[in-house]
């Protein structure tokens, strides 16, 4: 058979264009922002990872502009050998102390982080107790590791208990429980305070990503372990650069010893070019800001709220509930993949961006619009965005 053939076979997506539904591959003409151009068109953006609206921040701009003077565009070579400058150590140092772990190390992407953690750290003989509903980086770090992988429940402590107690009976192997600290589909928060408990009884090892939830959660917006007051008790705390930190790449922070351990075994690390100057000092600078700027993590905290409740007000939208009211993604359900793809278009069209999700990200027929908010939206935009959510579902009922 050609290999090519599943190439010729896969009709899905050109159908859908065909409708004038399909939701991917929107073109920007103007950078990430609350409010941005595309295609063509003025748009309120509910859809993006810029928690505290600093792409658009001009200190971190000019962070990367002097890098790229100084530094040049690339590193040309893996960190591994000629790729480390100053700027990486100096973040590595910087986030260590944000995330008051012994040590870090930088990734040149967020999806590349976990694969390079999980893979070097999980090795043959040892367990894997992954949530169901973890990140797919986390999933193709399970499969990369030559560790048994067992997947828990979604936020199940019973389930995860049970798997535990299988691990446990060998004593040679050794245990990791990866999490999602905040779900990115979802917008819950893993049981960590429950997760810290059960890893201290059974043994096991901490990996929690907070991909997004610095700069969300916390009194400083640390994360996760710091709104459990659980810093000391997590092993290792995964972040990328492309959400809070206005930038590309990822790190990973932990003790001095599973970092050197990583540093020297993780071959997508190894063998990946190390992330450019620009995007370290963008990060760099972005985590300043954050650092010394905490009212940015309680606006977004409010706007979460705000919108939570705004959206629960109207009449035909149906909310996924996460249970807290402090993380800025909230899920509307659609159900059906096409009913999904054509409520975004309407609101598209009437000028508010919103991320359609599909399986595998969500389980079959429960597909989603997920929305997102940045600590930078008005209030003004916040409920421009509201009414025209509201009209376009309340149009939609009437038509059905």
Same mark, same amino acid.
């Given at each position: 058979?050609?290999?090519?053939?599943?190439?010729?076979?896969?009709?899905?997506?050109?159908?859908?264009?065909?409708?004038?539904?399909?939701?991917?591959?929107?073109?920007?003409?103007?950078?990430?922002?609350?409010?941005?151009?595309?295609?063509?068109?003025?748009?309120?953006?509910?859809?993006?990872?810029?928690?505290?609206?600093?792409?658009?921040?001009?200190?971190?701009?000019?962070?990367?502009?002097?890098?790229?003077?100084?530094?040049?565009?690339?590193?040309?070579?893996?960190?591994?050998?000629?790729?480390?400058?100053?700027?990486?150590?100096?973040?590595?140092?910087?986030?260590?102390?944000?995330?008051?772990?012994?040590?870090?190390?930088?990734?040149?992407?967020?999806?590349?982080?976990?694969?390079?953690?999980?893979?070097?750290?999980?090795?043959?003989?040892?367990?894997?107790?992954?949530?169901?509903?973890?990140?797919?980086?986390?999933?193709?770090?399970?499969?990369?590791?030559?560790?048994?992988?067992?997947?828990?429940?979604?936020?199940?402590?019973?389930?995860?208990?049970?798997?535990?107690?299988?691990?446990?009976?060998?004593?040679?192997?050794?245990?990791?429980?990866?999490?999602?600290?905040?779900?990115?589909?979802?917008?819950?928060?893993?049981?960590?305070?429950?997760?810290?408990?059960?890893?201290?009884?059974?043994?096991?090892?901490?990996?929690?990503?907070?991909?997004?939830?610095?700069?969300?959660?916390?009194?400083?917006?640390?994360?996760?372990?710091?709104?459990?007051?659980?810093?000391?008790?997590?092993?290792?705390?995964?972040?990328?650069?492309?959400?809070?930190?206005?930038?590309?790449?990822?790190?990973?922070?932990?003790?001095?010893?599973?970092?050197?351990?990583?540093?020297?075994?993780?071959?997508?690390?190894?063998?990946?070019?190390?992330?450019?100057?620009?995007?370290?000092?963008?990060?760099?600078?972005?985590?300043?800001?954050?650092?010394?700027?905490?009212?940015? +993590?309680?606006?977004?905290?409010?706007?979460?709220?705000?919108?939570?409740?705004?959206?629960?007000?109207?009449?035909?939208?149906?909310?996924?509930?996460?249970?807290?009211?402090?993380?800025?993604?909230?899920?509307?359900?659609?159900?059906?993949?096409?009913?999904?793809?054509?409520?975004?278009?309407?609101?598209?069209?009437?000028?508010?961006?919103?991320?359609?999700?599909?399986?595998?990200? +969500?389980?079959?027929?429960?597909?989603?619009?997920?929305?997102?908010?940045?600590?930078?939206?008005?209030?003004?935009?916040?409920?421009?965005?509201?009414?025209?959510?509201?009209?376009?579902?309340?149009?939609?009922?009437?038509?059905?």
């Amino acid at each position: 058979m050609d290999l090519f053939q599943k190439c010729r076979e896969f009709t899905r997506a050109r159908e859908v264009m065909e409708l004038g539904i399909y939701p991917f591959f929107h073109t920007l003409t103007t950078g990430q922002d609350t409010v941005v151009t595309m295609e063509g068109h003025r748009t309120i953006m509910l859809g993006s990872n810029n928690y505290l609206g600093l792409t658009a921040d001009p200190r971190v701009k000019a962070a990367a502009i002097k890098a790229v003077e100084k530094y040049g565009t690339g590193c040309s070579g893996s960190r591994f050998l000629n790729g480390t400058l100053d700027l990486h150590i100096e973040l590595e140092e910087a986030l260590a102390r944000f995330l008051q772990k012994e040590d870090a190390l930088v990734f040149s992407t967020g999806f590349q982080s976990n694969l390079s953690i999980i893979s070097s750290i999980a090795c043959r003989g040892d367990y894997i107790l992954s949530d169901t509903m973890n990140h797919a980086s986390i999933v193709d770090g399970t499969r990369l590791s030559f560790a048994k992988t067992l997947k828990f429940k979604h936020n199940d402590m019973d389930d995860l208990e049970r798997l535990l107690s299988h691990c446990a009976a060998d004593e040679k192997a050794g245990i990791l429980i990866v999490t999602d600290g905040v779900f990115s589909m979802e917008g819950e928060i893993c049981n960590l305070p429950a997760i810290v408990r059960l890893a201290r009884q059974y043994g096991a090892r901490i990996l929690v990503d907070d991909a997004h939830a610095i700069g969300v959660l916390g009194e400083k917006g640390r994360g996760t372990a710091e709104y459990y007051g659980l810093t000391d008790e997590v092993d290792l705390i995964m972040n990328t650069f492309s959400k809070t930190l206005a930038s590309l790449g990822g790190c990973v922070a932990g003790s001095a010893n599973a970092i050197h351990y990583i540093k020297h075994n993780a071959r997508p690390f190894i063998f990946s070019a190390s992330i450019p100057p620009a995007q370290i000092a963008a990060a760099r600078e972005a985590l300043r800001i954050l650092d010394t700027e905490p009212w940015r +993590v309680k606006r977004l905290n409010a706007i979460a709220c705000h919108m939570k409740h705004g959206l629960q007000a109207l009449e035909h939208v149906t909310i996924h509930d996460s249970g807290n009211e402090l993380v800025p993604i909230i899920p509307i359900m659609t159900g059906t993949d096409i009913q999904t793809m054509v409520t975004a278009k309407k609101l598209l069209d009437r000028g508010v961006y919103v991320n359609p999700v599909f399986p595998p990200a +969500v389980p079959q027929d429960s597909c989603l619009l997920r929305t997102s908010y940045t600590a930078t939206h008005t209030d003004d935009q916040l409920n421009e965005a509201l009414a025209i959510i509201g009209d376009v579902y309340a149009e939609m009922a009437a038509q059905a």
